[in-house]
């Protein structure tokens, strides 16, 4: 069962020890999630009009590009809701340079994104309905092996959590669907790449992650008996997951803010953690 550890910290520049920078980090690559209960992302009053969900377009995410700063996926381009983003983007930044020193060497800064939709009764298609038990894994977005570290904040105004399900370790999940998992057609990762389907190579590793997540989300018995629990995040606490390894699904809730970050696993305090070492061992085989 995924564990949540919490570590009672309250500012986002807020100095941490190194016992509390070890859990921390022994929590996130053993596959916990690292709660923050008293971390909150306060918005000033004229920021509150963000949070009205209209502002998103189609999607679900207003995002910021950290290539190039820009706000995008919201048909409202204003200047302050983009600085709104960016403080969260920062914010975020300063936590990981106190909470998870060792990293920051070597991480990646992705996407920030605000998700002020509703996520009940959202109508998506089945692989990208993440109220389905997953690993996150994209299509578009191979990550060769580095891992996909992730950090939310709830900030709804009316006291509504963040309803997520918990499901089994990493090595369960890929226990689970060893058998079923295909080999990569060869070829097929230059022609994806070469058609701009995917942004970078699709490596085996990717190939084998998007299998997981998509026989995990089409599989409705796997839905149902998994063992899993419910977990409630509250408004005004944050919590760090390595998504990529958790298996987990967002049920309900309205207003959050989440930062990406990718880690090489040459980064990780222990590497054979990782999704793509745990994959590596079962499949016996090297995957990048
Ligand atoms: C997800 O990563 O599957 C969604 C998380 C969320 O929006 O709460
Ligand atoms: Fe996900």
Redesign the pocket.
Known sequence: MTEIVSLPIEHWDQACSPQQQDTALQALEGGSVVLLPHLAFPLDDTELRFLDPSLADAG?NISLNPANGTLQGSRDSLEPLRGMVERYAQSSASLLRQLLPSYVPAIQTGRTSF?PVE?EGRTTSWRKD?TRL?V?SFPSSPTQGKRIL?L?TNVNPEGRP?T?RLGESFEGVARHYLPSLHRPVWGSSAVLQALGITKSKRSAYDHFMLQLHDQMKADASYQAKAPQHTQQ?VPGSSWLVY?DQVS???MA?QH?F?QTFYLPIDGMSDAATSPLRVLERLLRRTLV
């Open positions: 679900k998700r996520v993440d997953h996150d992730r939310f963040r997520w995040f998504t987990h699904a967002a809730g959050l989440e």
